[in-house]
């Protein structure tokens, strides 16, 4: 078995278990979570440009589209467009707080279930809405289940993984939003030409993994931690046994047992967030999340079809574009799964901060240069610019895609878990949020500086994470505290014992 540090510099063994067959089934119905999100992502952005979508509910936008000179920089600038997108997120946002309060009272897959209904009503509102009230209303209970199912899936994960490979499970959510994101372009291109209902079939088909993820998440267990933070003690050390295939849990078990214990003290987790024993985990996450929007995804994800169309691919760019990096994307984030738990947390991140800064510099002054409002780039200087994409992307995929979700949810203490879990979240769907409403204004003002713009905060990434990101790889979820945050040369400042006497203690007769 390898071994980890302890706080003390010793070495002791890891806690004993198995891959079971059981864990695998129930990473993958949970991960059908992040399918539903990445398809959502994937498949808003096809059907708000299809026309028979913008002549039902964006007439205006549709004669734009038809009738305005084109604009390479702004043709897509409209804010009730941006606004239908972004809503989702704020709903989000919002839901993702009231999901930390379920998750905690009655469970990670109570959650899921809970998130799993909102899904498929979503998907229901949207598929058949007459009006655009019924399309925003769905978005937004849309919303709603994304705030449950991200809340619930990456917690699951890290607390149903073996140590040793929790950062490969828990990546298999952001593995499966790029399914998801690879699903939706496709049948995006072939919806397209199906009149005049090709886009209520793209919103539609959402509901075949909103079914899958409800009805499994019936299938699947509720994690150890959380059924012992209950008080489920017994049902908590079968549900150990049974995951980890071996009756040698007693070291493991009773780490979560002291865990919970510890929990159970906390009345007001969000008050005992602003502590400064919090302070570090919460920077940390809330930080990771502003970082992971802004690297500039949305920006490469963009331009995609413009520069591959720009390539010679005609009619068939905007599903080339959305395949070939769909593909960079998903197999990129199998490297991911592969690496995290040898080459560690920070390898990946450092490396793909050296490549997106290159990859958004290249494009940003090829694009200044050369890529005029009404022009276009030559056959070679658009293929650089198509290579670098990839590129891009790789890099992104591999590392702030799925990291950004992993390290938050596996650094905070059981006390503080699921509440600062809701402000990684929430964190994450109000830059989200943010990112939908404004870049396409941001891109028509800004053209091609807005690729230096994100450059900026890929270096400004590679400092915070040199410099204030420990590494966490190998580390019990349950022992980050004495292992991780108590040995960083600046974290530590922060690592002082509570007060017993606290108000956001229960107090003891």
């Known amino acids: 078995m390898p071994a980890v540090i302890t706080s003390h510099g010793s070495h002791v063994p890891e806690h004993d278990g198995k891959i079971t067959f059981y864990v695998i089934l129930c990473v993958i119905i949970s991960a059908f979570g992040g399918l539903l ?5 994937g498949i808003s952005g096809g059907v708000t440009s299809m ?7 964006f007439p205006a936008v549709y004669d734009k589209k038809k009738h305005a000179h084109e604009d390479n920089y702004c043709k897509y600038d409209n804010e009730y467009l941006q606004l239908f997108t972004s809503s989702l997120y704020i709903a989000a946002l919002v839901a993702s707080f009231a999901a930390s309060k379920v998750c905690s009272k009655f469970g990670r897959r109570t959650t899921l279930q809970i998130g799993s209904f909102f899904f498929v009503g979503g998907v ?3 598929a058949g809405g007459i009006n655009l009230a019924m399309v925003v209303l769905g978005r937004i209970i849309l919303g709603c289940g994304v705030g449950f199912g991200n809340q619930a899936v990456p917690l699951f994960l890290s607390e149903l993984a073996p140590a040793r490979i929790r950062g490969a499970l828990n990546i298999c959510f952001q593995l499966f939003i790029t399914i998801g994101i690879l699903i939706a372009g496709i049948i995006n291109y072939f919806t397209a030409n199906i009149h005049p209902h090709g886009w209520r079939i793209s919103l539609g088909l959402a509901g075949v993994p909103a079914a899958i993820l409800l009805v499994g998440s019936f299938a699947i267990c509720e994690t150890p931690t959380s059924l012992i933070e209950r008080n489920q003690i017994d049902q908590g050390k079968a549900t150990l046994r049974r995951i980890r295939g071996t009756d040698n849990i007693t070291a493991e078990f009773d780490s979560i047992v002291a865990a919970s214990e510890a929990a159970r003290q906390v009345k007001n987790p969000f008050r005992k967030l602003m502590r400064p024993s919090s302070r570090p985990p ?19 994800m963009f331009y995609a079809p413009v520069l591959f169309q720009t390539v010679g691919f005609g009619n068939n760019a905007a599903l080339l574009s959305t395949v070939i990096t769909g593909l960079v994307n998903m197999f990129s984030t199998l490297v991911s799964i592969y690496t995290v738990d040898k080459a560690g947390r920070r390898v990946l991140l450092l490396e793909a901060c050296v490549q997106m800064f290159i990859t958004q510099t290249v494009i940003g002054l090829l694009l200044l240069l050369h890529l005029k409002p009404a ?7 658009a293929i650089v610019v198509v290579v670098f994409v990839c590129v891009y992307v ?12 992993l390290i938050p949810s596996e650094t905070f203490p059981l006390e503080t878990r699921t ?9 994450n769907m109000l830059c989200t949020f943010i990112i939908a409403q404004a870049f396409l204004s941001m891109l028509c003002h800004m053209k091609a500086g807005i690729f230096f713009f994100f450059a900026s905060w890929i270096l400004v990434m590679g400092l915070f994470t040199l410099f204030l990101l420990p590494e966490t790889k190998g ?16 974290w530590k400042r922060y690592m002082i014992d509570d007060d017993e006497n606290d108000d956001d203690k229960v107090v003891k007769g």
């Open 375 to 381: 022009g276009s780039l030559n056959s070679t200087e």
């Open 394 to 405: 790789m890099g992104f995929a591999w590392s702030w895609g799925p990291l950004g979700w």
């Open 37 to 41: 999100f990445g398809y959502d992502i």
């Open 419 to 427: 509440a600062g879990f809701a402000c990684a979240v929430s964190s």
């Open 51 to 57: 026309d028979d979508f913008l002549i039902e509910f």
């Open 475 to 490: 580390v019990p979820v349950d022992s980050m505290v004495e292992r991780v945050w108590k040995q960083h040369w600046f």
């Open 124 to 126: 229901a509102l949207q």
């Open 282 to 300: 919460l920077v940390i996450a809330i930080v990771l999340q502003v970082f992971q929007q802004f690297t500039g995804i949305n920006a490469i």
